[in-house]
């Protein structure tokens, strides 16, 4: 089915009675703008007005507001033409039945937009990740600032409602905000997934990871999650800010990832650095708005060695493996996936992104499961490959298992038909502070060469790459 521009309503929107009720000076330049409009659209891979939903209607408002309302690029008057005849179009195409969805409902999103964010600009709370993998999509500041104005926009007119008083008992706006926050900047950060796209998969990963990691909350708060997101779901499928549909499948989601999550938090061992260097100086009395005071306490800790110090024996013990346990693995292949399991690397969810064919290489499953996972073996050889001392063997699996098999289904390729190309945007892709990455990067590189897997001068060809960062 051919696929609709906005362009394609003109002439039917010219004689409609949206158009007439446009300023003068609005219905002169609406043919201009309905393009161009229609362009923007294009732009975002929303180019076809059929498909639009107040899913996409709302945040996509919201993106013309911010940027038409600069003063530094546009102009007053440019921005109250272009608002005004974006807002006669929407009515048209919701009256006309040309989109699903009622005039009535498009009128009420219309003026929740206009009554609550017109002219207000939000400061993104989504930052730039240090390290982005060059096989997801091209993280962008320009779809981050955009995510954050909407949902920054959906907790200002949650908090704001009368469905705000009904929340769960216990939940207050700073933990509905950092949880909203959290979510969605690791959901793009992380697996580039806008609020409009997470999966299940996504929203369990974040829950178990980034929100143990980063949450320092009590049993009790944690067991809040699931309700205090769910609550505000619910208010923005009805408000029609978010589709009704994937509220439903995202309640699921959050419900489907609590045990897990819950269960994750109860151990140390799954927190992030600055929540157990947080956790310790409140035990120990130390203030943490003192910079020096928490210098002196992060000294104190790498001198100790580092992170690991602050957890029982018991605990780091469990999140590593002894070079016994790893030979034992090599000699017992059919325990590897016990071992695999311990650090997800999500294998499944890359496997239902793969590309299918790429310089005439075919996708395929089996070969999917195949790609040699040499991680024990390099951290096994940690001295010969030069990997550092406190590098654990269940990190160098891991990364070494996650760079593999997102080549593969990006690219297709295994190792021995590794390219040089695909190597430059994995390169292109660090940064001087990957120290540890990169030293795991070149151990992998030099180790599949002196298996044979790929010839040496290849090898030297990607070293080099990374000799330069």
Request: glycine share 4%; proline share 3%; hydrophobic share 40%.
């Amino acid at each position: 089915m051919k696929k609709r521009h906005l362009s394609d309503i003109t002439s039917d929107f010219l004689k409609s009675e949206e158009y007439f009720r446009l300023s003068s000076q609005s219905k002169e330049n609406a043919q201009a703008l309905v393009k161009s409009i229609g362009d923007t659209a294009e732009y975002t891979g929303h180019g076809d007005y059929t498909k639009w939903d107040a899913d996409f209607i709302a945040p996509f408002t919201l993106g013309l507001i911010r940027n038409l309302s600069d003063e530094t690029q546009y102009s007053l008057e440019w921005f109250n033409l272009t608002y005004e005849v974006l807002k006669s179009v929407l009515k048209f195409l919701a009256r006309t039945k040309r989109i699903k969805i009622s005039a009535v409902m498009m009128d009420n999103l219309l003026q929740l937009i206009e009554s609550q964010t017109l002219f207000e600009k939000t400061d993104s709370f989504i930052l730039e990740p240090e390290y982005q993998d060059p096989y997801l999509p091209q993280w962008t500041p320009h779809v981050a600032d955009n995510i954050s104005t909407y949902v920054s926009q959906w907790l200002k007119l949650y908090e704001e409602s009368s469905a705000w008083e009904k929340r769960p008992k216990g939940v207050d706006k700073g933990m509905i905000e950092i949880l909203m926050k959290l979510m969605t900047e690791s959901a793009y950060n992380v697996y580039r997934k806008t609020p409009k796209t997470w999966t299940k998969f996504v929203i369990c990963e974040v829950m178990r990871n980034q929100f143990v990691e980063k949450l320092d909350l009590s049993v009790d708060e944690y067991k809040l999650i699931v309700p205090a997101m769910s609550s505000m779901l619910d208010y923005l499928g009805k408000r029609a800010l978010l589709n009704s549909k994937k509220v439903e499948n995202y309640k699921r989601y959050l419900a489907a990832g609590e045990a897990d999550m819950l269960e994750a938090a109860k151990d140390p061992g799954n927190y992030g650095a600055s929540k157990l260097i947080y956790q310790e100086m409140q035990r120990r009395g130390l203030d943490i708005n003192n910079r020096a005071e928490v210098e002196k306490f992060i000294q104190e800790v790498n001198d100790n060695g580092g992170i690991d110090s602050l957890l029982p024996k018991e605990i780091v013990d469990k999140h590593n493996f002894t070079e016994e346990e790893m030979r034992f693995v090599l000699n017992h292949p059919e325990h590897l996936d016990s071992i695999i399991d311990r650090f997800s690397v999500g294998l499944e969810e890359i496997a239902d992104e793969h590309i299918s064919v790429h310089n005439n290489h075919r996708w395929s499953r089996k070969q999917f499961e195949r790609i040699e996972r040499n991680g024990i073996k390099v951290w096994l050889d940690k001295d010969k490959y030069k990997l550092p001392k406190y590098l654990k063997a269940i990190d160098a699996m891991a990364y070494v298992v996650s760079l593999e098999t997102r080549i593969y289904a990006r690219t297709l390729e295994i190792p021995k038909n590794w390219s040089i190309e695909t190597w430059q945007m994995i390169a292109g892709s660090f940064d001087s502070g990957m120290v540890k990455e990169k030293t795991i990067v070149k151990a992998l590189v030099q180790f599949k060469a002196d298996e044979r897997v790929i010839d040496q001068m290849l090898a030297n060809q990607i070293l080099n790459l990374f000799a330069k960062i």
